[in-house]
């Protein structure tokens, strides 16, 4: 039996989408405890009855727009984030799924689930949207502003491992996010994590990306500092935005546009709009912990929240955590 935490009071519409995607994950999974945290009052008054699901009370819970996550978990620990990390630190559940405040998520991760041996870093790591097919996790979106060329190779064994587990793919292709394609280019940080890559024998490097081949290359695995993947991140969901909309304007904008539309273009548009869609993958894996933890975007509704319980459960199933910490620990 899964057993996953559920830290219902993160996000900016929680606990209401929070709670009703818990209900959508509920009618897809009968082999899975949902262990939920957060105010039970307001959380009963979302949730389906279920023998599956079991609320422990908290007071507190953390603001979004939180400034201060150090702050928070030296003071706060009975919080509603905090308090699902404690139970599984203590073994009770193989998972958590939250949309709260990013860097608290990372705070309370290191300081109570701890970060895996062979890991000096922890990195945000969503599987992103694809056009062509191609599994691709981008890393690190946000974690490390300032992180070292190590740190990047760390991340890439540990993506590849995840490509491999959930997608049966061996020998995932990393390539290095930068200016240009060519070896030599970018910041000392690119051009010590290029050689550092090139000459590891766990990691299939296939060279540079430059972001305008986000969407074709055949890389499965794409990784760069936190600041820069942060920043093409942000763009992708932004420009998948903007061209829906402008999509939409241009294909309803007459009459006769809008019966095109409707008859021969519909399923069309559904198709792209869910291939660029952030809320089809549900969250970002906050990889280098002991145990699975995925962050689901603040803004999430109920049905991406049920895709974020989706990604957990689907890295727990294929255990993950096992997999990457026996990569990374093998003799060099």
């Keep these: ?52 699901v079991k609320i422990y009370h908290t007071e507190e819970f953390l603001d979004m727009g939180e400034k201060d996550p150090f702050y928070q978990y030296r003071h706060h620990q009975d919080v509603s984030l905090f308090k699902a990390m404690r139970f599984i630190k203590e073994g009770n559940a193989q998972g958590l799924v939250t949309a709260g405040p990013t860097q608290c998520v990372i705070v309370g991760g290191i300081f109570t689930i701890k970060r895996m041996p062979g890991m000096s870093k922890v990195a945000i790591a969503p599987i992103i949207p694809t056009a062509n097919g191609i599994p691709r996790i981008l890393l690190d979106c946000g974690a490390n502003v300032d992180a070292k060329a190590e740190h990047l190779v760390e991340f890439s064994i540990y993506a590849s491992n995840v490509i491999k587990a959930l997608y049966n793919l061996d020998n995932a292709k ?47 695995v794409l990784v760069s500092d936190g600041f820069t993947a942060n920043i093409v991140l942000k763009t ?56 699975v933890v995925v962050k689901a975007h603040g803004s999430s509704d109920a049905y991406a929240f049920k895709n974020a319980i989706k990604q957990a459960i689907r890295m727990i199933k294929e255990d993950v955590i096992m997999k990457v910490e026996k990569q990374l620990n093998q003799p060099k």
């Design 174 to 220: 990393v390539g290095l996010l930068n200016i240009g394609t060519e070896e030599g280019k970018g910041r000392d940080l690119d051009n010590e994590a290029y050689t550092l890559l090139q000459n590891n024998e766990a990691i299939n490097f296939m060279g540079n990306i430059e972001p305008k081949e986000i969407f074709t290359t055949e890389a499965n």
């Design 1 to 52: 039996m899964i057993k996953l935490a559920i830290d219902a009071m993160g996000g900016d519409y929680a606990p209401k989408e929070i709670v009703e995607g818990i209900n959508l994950a509920l009618k897809e999974y009968k082999n899975v405890e949902f262990h939920i945290f957060g105010n039970e009052a307001l959380i009963k008054q979302h949730l389906t009855a279920s023998k599956q």
């Design 236 to 291: 992708i969901e932004g420009t998948a935005k903007g061209i829906g909309n402008i999509l939409k304007k241009a294909l309803t904008r007459n009459l006769i546009s809008k019966l095109a539309t409707a008859l021969f273009l519909k399923g069309s548009i559904r198709q792209f709009k869910k291939a660029l869609d952030p809320n089809e993958v549900g969250g970002a894996m906050i990889i280098g912990l002991n145990s």
